[in-house]
């Protein structure tokens, strides 16, 4: 089946991007990647830091936590440089996301009283960035503790990917003119299994009927299957 509206590249409407990852692209970091979903790039950088919050630290467990940001030159207008003017709501809400898909990935209790932080700084964005992000950061992660022989606390493989309705079409994987015009937009995060980590959407022009949502899934879900078996071909 073909959109009603014309997808860039000839998409059809479950057609990913071209989906592409960079490991090692800091040299001096093992558990860096960068990830990109068509046009969107993000460097992902996960490091090992001795500091742990003090509800893990006394148990001896561990944590993760991720930061989100956009380069100034990243967006068509000049994005503000956080930190000069501090950081904005939505990068936040997008990090608490990246963090709390994150780790499911990782049997934390057993990881030691350590932190794991995942830096994602957008370089290039048209559109998709926090699931490009999430993508990118579950690769990061394992190519960090593969590099620390402690790839045995990689529980899960997490990926995810936006999706959009409009006119009751589903759309996979919006770039930056789409999101523009989509009735809807949703994103999910889940596992390679079919397990559901997180799942979010929200009527940005016109509210959709609840009984396409498990369509929303299905498509989404086949989405994410073939994500992860990109993900798998990088890591071995
Ligand atoms: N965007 C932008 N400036 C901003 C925020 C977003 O240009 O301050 C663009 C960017 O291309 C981004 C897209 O709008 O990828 C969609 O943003 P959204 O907040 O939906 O998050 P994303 O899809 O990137 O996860």
Redesign the pocket.
């Known amino acids: 089946m073909y959109p009603i509206h014309m997808r860039a590249n000839h998409r059809k409407l479950n057609d990913l991007r071209n989906i592409k990852f960079h490991k090692h692209f800091i040299e001096h970091h093992p558990g860096s990647v960068l990830v990109c979903y068509g046009k ?1 790039q993000v460097l992902i950088v996960a490091t090992i830091s001795n500091q742990t919050p003090q509800h893990r630290k006394e148990f001896g467990k561990g944590w993760l936590n991720a930061e989100y940001n ?1 380069l100034p030159g ?4 000049r ?1 503000f440089r956080s930190g000069f003017k501090g950081q ?1 709501g ?1 990068s936040m809400e ?1 990090q608490r996301m990246i963090g709390r898909a994150l780790r499911q990935a990782i049997d934390l209790d057993k990881f030691g009283p350590r932190t794991i932080t995942v830096d994602c700084d ?1 370089i290039q ?9 999430i993508t990118g950061g579950w690769l990061a992660l394992a190519l960090l503790l593969k590099h620390q022989k402690q790839d045995h606390l990689l529980i899960r493989q997490i990926a995810a990917i ?1 999706l959009g309705v409009k006119d009751n079409q589903i759309f996979t994987d ?3 003119g789409e ?2 015009t989509i009735d809807a ?1 949703f ?1 999910l995060v889940g596992c390679s299994n079919g397990d559901l980590v997180e799942f979010q959407g929200t009527a940005e022009k016109v509210p959709v009927r609840a009984e396409i949502l498990t369509d929303i899934l299905n498509q989404g879900f086949d989405a994410i299957s073939r994500i992860c078996k990109l993900q798998t071909n990088i890591l071995n």
């Not at 964005?125 to 992000?133: K, L, V, Y």
């Open positions: 969107t956009m990243s967006t068509l207008e994005k904005d939505r997008i957008v964005a048209d559109g998709g960035t926090r699931t490009a992000a936006s919006l770039d930056y999101d523009l937009d994103s």
